[in-house]
């Protein structure tokens, strides 16, 4: 402990970060390993945390401890050390990869000589856990203070409660994806001089981002355009429509010939039709867009002409061997750069890949955008509230997935639907808390909360049967029941109206895992997780399962493994890891994870395990699997 007369105390920004699977790779080699190390701490590493003006307070073989004058610093640094270790690491094999995990806090640190204490370092160490490899996790007291100083797009993660931290986090968090495909970010006053240019198209960047921690619904509402402003008007700050609207510009072909405009033409109009799709979302029209064709507008002057608070830009490249779509969101009113990706495919298919692409880009977006619409609205005063805004704060809520957070959701959707008696999505989401309420035992007299569940499904379709919030919360309902066969019509109905609805094919897989079919499972679940790309543990439970049934026990495995990681304090997948490892042969991992079960969740019982599923011979593969383990 420091001594208390010679201390100092001072408020800094605390980052932690910690070299993925250390002592595997100091097993399989330990003189390489730490010429790796030391080889990536002076060419990348210190070079950078020199740049930024941070200070190494302590070093472990796999760890650096690290202080900052300023959040904004110590995130523009960690995202340029995991940008360069990504680039340094593209061919590597993967047994020689160094992954870092890097978290941020700001906090009140005690300086002690060369050493550092306090809170403030243990969250950030405990958010370096929380990381995935590659990826950075920041506490909310960093989000609030790098605001929008780094054209950075984090995702809310929601509250974590984690080891010796009395109260939980809220964790913000990117992933290694939305890293490599962001900016450069330069070290203090060189960061304003390399601003990007604002062209709209989008020509050679390597990007695959995907994107986490929002409810998947992303369904907003139309507003009327405005009148052109006329040419010699000086731009103001665009006037927020009512409700979202976005406009999609013809993405740009990068191809050589140049008759190959008609593939980008055509995947534009999908995008823009596939978004539609969403019901609460106002999409310009194709006459509106092409209007902009061939030419390089800023995003506020779109914003400002077509009255949208969104942008969608890209680019197509294809030759015979690949297709490459890079696509970027922007807000119109500051020309932020909030969100971008790129896909790839083989283009054995032009048409198959188009429809693929098409889906990933309309889910990821929807995603994206309905986070984003619920920051904005967190922000606004409670007497600017209406209908919509009313179902953004009550998804933001809802999202957190805690007992108190669902149930603060609740008056929110019924305010909505009391003002806007025909707003489809304030019902779906109003059911979606009855049901979470019966999964989660958080409610005395479930069947009467389905029902309601299954009354507010029925209205959402009664106002609008192509609703497919509707029909996913209606083949929930039936789920819930194990009523499975009017569950897989309504969920496959649900699908067909919106291919890009992450929620949806959540649900369809968790249907066909409990009528057997497990190969149907896993690709639903791998759909969605194309959009929500951070499963819940639900969804981490139906996959390794799925898996483990299907008789891919070592996916199985790594499946579990990474739920354990994210959500630790879960029976569930715990248990079943345990009997993943036993089928797999894995004897000793086996009975250590079933010991830690035993220890850490003493009323766990597998006797009535899987009584889900709807064939015996399924059950009893779960059940045997868990006495295997020693459950």
Known sequence: MPDHQNVERRLAAILAADVVGYSRMMAADEVLTLQALKAHRKVLIDPTIAAHGGIIVKTTGDGLLVVFGSAVEAVACAVAIQKGMIQRNFETPDDQRFLLRIGINIGDVIFDGKDIFGDGVNIAARLETLCEPSGLCISHTVKDQIGEKLPLAFVDCGEKTVKNIPRPLH??????????????????????????????????????????????????????????????????????????????????????????????????????????????????????????????????????????????????????????????????????????????????????????????????????????????????????????????????????????????????????????????????????????????????????????????????????????????????????????????????????????????????????????????????????????PNLSTTTFFNLGAALLLSGRAEDAVRTFERSKERYPDNSFPNAMLAAAYAVAGRTEDAARQASEVRQRFPYFSGSNFGSQFRKPEDREKIVSALKKAGL
Do not use: C
Not at 444 to 453: C, G, I, W
Not at 497 to 522: C, H, K, Q, R, V
């Open 171 to 532: 964790v913000f968090a990117m992933s290694p994806q939305a890293i490599s495909s962001g900016p450069d970010i330069p070290a203090g006053s060189k960061r304003e001089q390399r601003r990007p240019a604002r062209t709209y198209a989008i020509a050679t960047v390597a990007i695959a981002i995907t994107v986490a921690g929002a409810i998947a619904w992303g369904q907003l509402y139309r507003s009327t355009p405005i009148p052109r402003a006329s040419s010699g008007a000086t731009v103001p700050e665009i006037a927020a429509p009512q409700r979202v609207s976005i406009a999609v510009l013809p993405l740009l072909s990068l191809s050589a010939p140049a008759q190959d405009d008609y593939f980008a033409d055509g995947l534009t109009e999908d995008i823009i039709s596939a978004l539609g799709r969403f019901s609460d979302i106002s999409v310009r029209s194709r006459s509106s867009v092409f209007a902009y064709k061939d030419k390089s507008p800023r995003p506020e002057e779109v914003g400002r002409d077509l009255n949208v608070r969104y942008i969608v830009e890209g680019s197509v490249r294809r030759n015979s061997e690949r297709i490459r779509v890079a696509i970027r969101l922007t807000e119109a009113s500051r020309g932020n750069l909030v969100w971008s990706e790129n896909y790839d495919a083989l283009p054995k298919d032009i048409f198959s890949v188009q429809e693929d692409i098409t889906r990933r880009i309309v889910g990821t977006l929807a995603v994206r955008i309905s986070s984003l619409e619920a920051a904005r609205v967190a922000t606004k005063p409670p007497s600017s509230l209406e209908a919509y805004d009313l179902v953004l704060r009550g998804r933001s809520l809802y999202a957190r997935a805690t007992r108190t957070s669902v149930s603060q959701a609740r008056p929110f959707f019924e305010k909505a639907i009391e003002l806007d008696p025909k707003y489809v999505s304030a019902y779906v989401e109003l059911g979606f808390v009855e049901l979470k309420a019966v999964t989660e035992g958080w409610t005395s007299n479930p069947a009467d909360a389905v029902q309601r569940a299954e009354a507010l499904a029925s209205k959402a379709i009664a106002i609008d049967e192509r609703s497919a919030g509707g029909h996913a919360l209606l083949g929930a309902v039936h789920l819930r029941r194990g009523n499975y066969d009017p569950a897989l019509d309504e969920l496959r109905r649900a699908v067909a109206l919106n291919p890009s609805d992450a929620e949806s094919y959540n649900f369809l897989g968790a249907t066909l895992l409990f009528i057997g079919d497990f190969e149907g499972a896993i690709r639903a679940i791998e759909l969605s997780s194309e959009f929500l």
